[in-house]
C-alpha cells in the first residue's frame, strides 16, 4: 500500500473548475478499487490518498494523469507502507 501526500504548489491554480476536474478523475480512479481512502487536508493546502497499489509506476501513472498534477497546481510524494494492524472495520479492506 502507498500513502500519497499531495500539496498545493500554486493556490492560484486551485480553481473551483480545476477542483471539479480534479474530483471527477480520481472519482473514475476510486472506481477501479486501488485507491482506498483520500481527503482534503486541514487546512487545504493539499490532501491525502492511500493506495491499494501493488506497483508504485502504477500508482505514478494515475497521479501523474490527474488534472491538479497535470495543472502544475500540485505536487506529491509517495510512501510506501504494510499495513499490520487495523480495527474490525478496516481490517477487510486494509489487511487483505
Same mark, same amino acid.
Given at each position: 500500500?502507498? #500513502? ?11 480553481? !473551483?473548475? $480545476?477542483?471539479? $476536474?480534479?474530483?471527477?478523475? #480520481? ?9 482506498? +481512502?483520500?481527503?482534503?487536508?486541514? !487546512? ?14 502504477? $500508482? ?6 490527474? !488534472? ?12 510506501? +507502507?504494510? !499495513? ?5 472495520? +478496516?481490517?477487510?479492506?486494509? #489487511?487483505?
Amino acid at each position: 500500500m502507498f #500513502l500519497v501526500d499531495m500539496h498545493f504548489s500554486d493556490m492560484s491554480k486551485v480553481t !473551483p473548475e $480545476l477542483t471539479e $476536474l480534479h474530483k471527477a478523475y #480520481l472519482a473514475q480512479e476510486y472506481a477501479k478499487g486501488q485507491l482506498a +481512502f483520500g481527503g482534503r487536508k486541514v !487546512p487545504r493546502t493539499g490532501g491525502f490518498i492511500i493506495s491499494k497499489h501493488t506497483n508504485q509506476e502504477e $500508482l505514478v501513472q494515475v497521479l501523474d494523469s490527474d !488534472p491538479f498534477i497535470k495543472q502544475g497546481a500540485a505536487i506529491y510524494t509517495i510512501k510506501e +507502507f504494510e !499495513p499490520v494492524m487495523a480495527s474490525d472495520a +478496516f481490517a477487510p479492506l486494509l #489487511l487483505g
